[in-house]
C-alpha cells in the first residue's frame, strides 16, 4: 500500500490495489510468461561436466549467445565443471520432468530464463510428472532391490556352484597327466596344446568357403544365362 493509496482510503484488496494502480498508471508491464517462470519453484542444482543433474535425471544446457561475454557455450561450461562444479538455479515444473528452466544471471546484464530439456538417455521418464517420477523411481529401486535379493543372489551361488564343480572335475580328469611334474612344467606348452586343440576341430576354412561360393552358384539352382 502506498501513501496514496492510504489517502484514497483504499481497502487492501488485491484487485482493488491493481484497479487503483492501473487508472493512474502505476503499473509496470512484465511478460505473462515471464511472471509465470519467476513463480515456479526455485532449487540450486549443481552444473557437472555431464550438463545438469536433478534427482537422478540430466538436462542439457543449450547455448545461448554463446560468442557474447555473459553467454554460455556449453561445451565451456562442461568443461569448466570437469575442473570444478558450482550452483545455478533453477526452475521446475511439477507436471513435467520433460524440461526446467536455466535461471542465468549475467555479471552485466538482465537475467534471462533458458529451457533445458530432458536428456534423450532418460526418455523412459519422459511426460512423467516429478510427483510420478518420483513414486515410479521409489517402485523401481524396490524392486532392483528385490531383484538383488533373490534371484540375483540365487543366480551367482548357482554359478559359483557350476564353477566349483566344474574345477573339481578338471583338476580330477588331468590329475595322471599332472602327477609327478613341477608347477611350472604343468604350465609348460600349454598354448602350444590349445592352439593345436582348435586346429585339429576347427574345420578348413578355405574349402568351406569355396564349397559355399560352389553352392550358390550352383546352376540347377539358378539356370543357366
Known amino acids: 500500500m502506498t501513501v496514496g493509496m492510504v489517502a484514497a482510503q483504499l481497502k487492501p484488496v488485491p484487485n482493488l490495489i491493481c484497479k487503483w494502480a492501473q487508472e493512474r498508471g502505476c503499473m509496470r508491464e512484465f511478460p505473462l510468461a515471464n511472471a509465470r517462470l519467476g513463480a515456479l519453484p526455485t532449487h540450486f542444482v549443481s552444473v557437472t561436466s555431464e550438463g545438469i543433474k536433478i ?10 549467445e554463446p560468442t557474447e561475454e555473459n553467454g554460455i557455450n556449453s561445451n565451456d561450461w562442461l568443461a569448466r565443471a570437469r575442473k570444478g562444479r558450482w550452483k545455478v538455479e533453477i526452475g521446475i515444473e511439477p507436471s513435467t520432468v520433460n524440461y526446467i528452466w536455466l535461471r542465468h544471471r549475467p555479471q552485466n546484464g538482465e537475467p534471462v530464463t533458458i529451457k533445458c530439456e530432458l536428456s534423450k538417455e532418460h526418455d523412459g521418464w519422459r511426460d512423467f510428472s516429478w510427483i510420478e517420477y518420483g513414486l515410479n523411481k521409489d517402485e523401481y529401486r524396490s524392486a532392483i ?20 564343480a566344474t574345477s573339481a572335475q578338471a583338476i580330477a580328469a588331468t590329475a595322471p597327466a599332472r602327477e609327478g611334474l613341477s608347477a611350472a612344467a604343468q604350465i609348460a606348452g600349454t598354448a602350444e596344446r590349445r592352439e ?10 578355405r574349402s568351406y568357403e569355396m564349397a559355399a561360393d560352389d553352392d550358390f552358384f550352383d546352376e540347377a539352382q539358378w539356370g543357366k544365362n
Not at 146 to 153: G, I
Not at 196 to 205: F, G
Open 145 to 164: 532391490a528385490h531383484y538383488q535379493e533373490t534371484t540375483l543372489r540365487n543366480i551367482r551361488a548357482w554359478t559359483r556352484g557350476v564353477i566349483s
Open 196 to 205: 593345436l586343440e582348435i586346429a585339429e576341430s576347427a574345420p578348413n576354412k
Open 55 to 64: 534427482k537422478g535425471l540430466r538436462f542439457v544446457v543449450p547455448d545461448f
